[in-house]
């Protein structure tokens, strides 16, 4: 309960760096951290940070988690190499103010300040620990060149589904040009190649 406590207070003190916290009629920090907690740290972890039973779930695309979790995974859990599948969770188990305080909370952790670190945050649930396919089956380790439009304009829209075609738009608020810069030059050391600035004015230095 002490561990609970401090959490929550974590939560309510920090915030999210770039989501919109669930609003009027969201679960209270402690709820939705107990929520977590009961439903899904098993799996992803206490902090969202992944085991070997789940991915890593930190900083989540918040139409896309809302998906997931009323949908549940079984056909991707296994594309990505684990064993078991994510049940869906309807109403009766997590509310939708539920859900919106465990993003809240899930949003806290700060970006890594790696390409590496920042690529297995944001891209490598779907295309692999090294930009090679994973379970998308969309190589990206040589698309430097379009590699920013493609980050800011998505693809699939809210076809949450379509497994090889979505893809989420990343705001420079949510994913900055010297982050994106920071992934597409460690891909270049990946397969592929194709580590070249994509944005020359922000992020990228005259070494």
């Known amino acids: 309960m002490k561990k609970l406590a401090l959490l929550a207070f974590a939560l309510a003190a920090c915030g999210t760096e770039y989501q919109t ?12 951290v107990e929520k977590y907690m009961e439903n899904c740290s098993s799996c992803h972890g ?31 859990m296994t594309g990505m190499g684990y064993t078991d599948p994510m049940p869906a969770h309807d109403t009766e188990v997590l ?16 970006h890594p300040t ?3 670190g920042l ?16 379970r998308s089956h969309q190589s990206i380790g040589g698309e430097a060149d379009d590699a920013m439009e493609k980050v800011r304009g998505g693809e699939g829209s809210t076809n949450y589904g379509a497994q090889e075609k979505y893809m989420p738009a990343w705001a420079p608020t949510q994913l900055s040009n010297t982050e994106v810069n920071l992934i597409v030059q460690w891909l270049g050391g990946q397969v592929g190649g194709g580590g070249d600035c994509v944005a020359p004015d922000d992020g990228c230095g005259d070494d």
Not at 21 to 32: E, F, K, L, N, Y
Not at 95 to 110: E, F, H, Q, R, T
Not at 119 to 134: A, E, I, T, V, W
Request: with cysteine.
């Open 21 to 32: 916290p669930g609003g009027q009629g969201s679960s209270t920090p402690a709820q939705a």
């Open 46 to 76: 206490e902090f969202g940070e992944g085991t070997t039973d789940g991915p890593q779930i930190q900083n989540p695309v918040r139409g896309y988690a809302t998906w997931v979790i009323r949908s549940g995974r079984r056909v991707q």
């Open 95 to 110: 509310s939708d103010s539920d859900i919106k305080g465990i993003l809240d909370y899930l949003s806290m952790p700060a």
């Open 114 to 116: 790696t390409g590496q």
């Open 119 to 134: 690529y297995l945050r944001f891209c490598g649930n779907c295309h692999g620990p090294d930009g090679s396919g994973g």
